[in-house]
């Protein structure tokens, strides 16, 4: 039986047995206390063995049991005399599935810090922290899907490996099976056309533009899936691998795109206070403080919307010597979308209408054609959650824009056919999955809230 099973039962002095692995054993004088966790909910159950009536058996394997170790307990379910727990087991028989190792096993009951943790990231989703992280991730990853598919969206499986940049940025990781040695000593060229897929390839950086496509015939679908950044920000907030999930609306514009928004976050964060309890309770005390009360408050808060140019002219009003001077046409800096949640709306806040210069290709053009219409929702702490936009949907004017960037139009002709045959307004956004599960957790580094982070010189595991 799972322990989170067992932990709902009322002591009635049944019999049951329970495995998992031993995070603590004291011995007393008369009565041996070893705690089991199975990580199936973040309470473990405390299992006590009366030393007057043990088996050999059970007697020897609990003087060899340490820490680590996997077990399997059997016992009564009684009313635990200790603080903090309803039930516990009156032990009967324990057995040793696998052992620990006294003093080579990493995780002594001490206080270990998270950059140790990440150096054995095999073994740290057994500490409280990062089984409450993965336990929370799972649950926001389902509460994602449930609200797609309560709202009418059809989840798209769109390509990892592409030959087009969705973003524009060009921080992609390209993908060959070319002879990079022979390459190298070839005064030669590389010759695409021989790789494997006879291009060009990279990982995707986004499963946008191949939603588009299909919120063009199925009118409101979503991706959920892995996504490439070959950017070297070394930041807390970057990795080279995250999960995105995007949302494409047809027949929609950017006020609708910002409901959702809002209201998508909204039931992420009502599903987490919810279903995740416990191990929020655990976050709250011991990670960041506060983060169940900041949760509850924006899940009834009204997110606060502000165009790129009033953001720009309050950050000049302000009297804060930032460290990048806010210019209008430049890119919000995290001093600036903290300035803006912390200082300006006190809690999430959606930036509206950007510099066109400073998105990618496929946005909106405005009357003004100077900015598009783009939307960021930042929140408090973490800045940038959401990025998305309405999309142009006129033939001649992303072709235009296209052109002004330098794009070859030949290699988007499919994504040029969706304004050619039968065009709508349509609009989407990419959440940061990992930037979800950080500021649901407050866990301050998204390299601990994915259980193997790949960043720059980081791929292990
Ligand atoms: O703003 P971004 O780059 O937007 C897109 O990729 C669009 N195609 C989305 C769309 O309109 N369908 O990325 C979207 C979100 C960001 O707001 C952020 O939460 C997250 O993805 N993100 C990252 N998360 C972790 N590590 C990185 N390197 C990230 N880059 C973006
Ligand atoms: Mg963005």
Redesign the pocket.
């Known amino acids: 039986m799972l322990i989170k099973d067992i932990l709902e039962i009322k002591a009635d002095n049944r019999e049951l047995s329970a495995s998992g692995w031993a995070r603590t054993k004291r011995d007393m004088k008369n009565l041996v206390f070893v705690e089991v966790n199975d990580g199936s909910c973040f309470a473990g159950i405390q299992c006590a063995f009366d030393k007057a009536m043990l088996d050999a058996k059970t007697e020897t394997a609990l003087s060899r049991l340490t820490a680590g170790a996997s077990v399997r307990v059997r016992g009564r379910l009684v009313t635990s005399p200790a603080s903090g727990q309803s039930v516990e087991i009156a032990g009967e028989e324990l057995v040793i599935i696998g052992s620990a190792g006294a003093d080579d096993y990493p995780l002594q009951k001490k206080h270990h810090s998270l950059e140790f943790l990440r150096e054995i990231a095999h073994l740290r989703a057994r500490t409280n922290t990062f089984g409450a992280v993965a336990r929370v991730r799972s649950r926001l990853a389902f509460a994602v899907n449930r609200f797609f598919e309560e709202n009418g969206f059809f989840l798209v499986h769109t390509p990892i490996i592409t030959a087009n940049d ?2 524009g ?1 060009g921080a992609m990781f390209q993908v060959t099976t070319l002879d990079l040695a022979a390459l190298a000593k070839s005064a030669a060229p590389p010759v695409w056309s021989r790789d494997f897929f006879a291009k060009r390839c990279y990982l995707t ?4 533009l191949e ?1 588009e496509t299909y919120a063009a015939a199925l009118s409101r679908v979503y991706t959920f899936g892995p ?1 490439f ?1 070959a ?1 070297n ?1 070394n930041t807390v ?4 691998e ?1 999960w ?1 999930i ?1 949302p ?1 609306m047809a027949f929609a514009e950017l006020p609708d795109l910002m409901a959702l928004a809002e209201d998508f976050l909204k039931y992420l964060f009502r599903d987490a206070l919810e279903k995740s309890g416990d191990d929020l309770a655990f976050f709250d005390q011991r990670v960041q403080k506060g983060v169940i009360e900041n949760l509850q408050n924006v899940a009834d808060s009204k997110f606060a919307h502000i165009t790129y140019t009033d953001a720009i002219n309050e950050l000049q009003k302000s009297k804060v010597d930032f460290e990048f001077k806010p210019v209008w046409g430049c890119d919000l800096q995290t001093e600036h979308e903290r300035y803006l949640t912390e200082n300006i709306a006190s809690g999430p806040v959606i930036v509206t209408d950007y510099p066109k210069e400073i998105k ?1 290709f496929y946005m909106k053009l405005n009357g003004d054609d100077k900015t598009v219409r783009a939307m ?1 929702v930042l929140v408090p702490r973490l800045g ?6 309405q999309r142009e949907e006129n033939l001649q004017t992303l072709e235009r824009r296209m052109a002004e960037l330098g794009m070859n139009a030949k290699d988007y002709s499919w994504y040029l056919d969706l304004r050619r045959y039968g065009t709508v307004p349509h609009s ?5 999955f ?2 979800l599960v950080q500021y649901v957790t407050g866990m301050a580094n ?1 390299r601990d809230v994915i259980p193997y982070p790949r960043a720059a010189g980081q791929a292990d595991f």
């Open positions: 969705a973003e940025a950086v986004s499963g946008q939603a996504t950044r950017e920000s907030r970057h990795l080279a995250f995105m995007e494409e990618a960021d940038e959650i959401i990025g998305g936009s989407g956004f990419g959440l940061g990992e930037r998204i």
